[in-house]
C-alpha cells in the first residue's frame, strides 16, 4: 500500500513522503490556527495542506484522494471570496 511506503528507494517516493508529511503538519497547524482564532491564518494554512494532499492523490494516482481534497478546495475558495 502507498501509504505504508515510509523511505523508499526512488526520488518519487521520498518526494511523496515530503510532501504528505509536510502538508500533514501544515493542515495540523491550520486546525490550531482555528482553535485560537487566527483568522485567516488558518484558511491558508487549510489551503496549503489540501493543495498538498491533492498532491500526493496525483503522484499515487488516487482517485478518491484526489477528489476529496479538490472539493474542500473548492469549498474554501468559495466560502473565502464569499465573506
Avoid: C
Avoid at 501509504?3 to 502538508?23: I, Y
Avoid at 486546525?31 to 485567516?40: H, K, R
Amino acid at each position: 500500500m502507498p501509504s505504508d511506503v515510509a523511505l523508499g528507494n526512488g526520488p518519487r517516493e521520498r518526494l511523496v513522503f515530503a510532501v504528505k508529511w509536510a502538508a500533514s503538519a501544515i493542515q495540523i497547524m491550520g486546525y490550531t490556527a482555528t482553535a485560537f482564532g487566527w483568522t485567516p491564518w488558518n484558511l491558508y494554512l487549510f489551503l496549503v495542506g489540501v493543495l498538498g494532499w491533492f498532491a500526493v492523490g496525483a503522484l499515487w494516482n488516487d482517485k478518491a484522494l484526489m477528489l476529496v481534497h479538490i472539493v474542500a478546495l473548492g469549498a474554501m475558495i468559495a466560502g473565502m471570496t464569499s465573506s
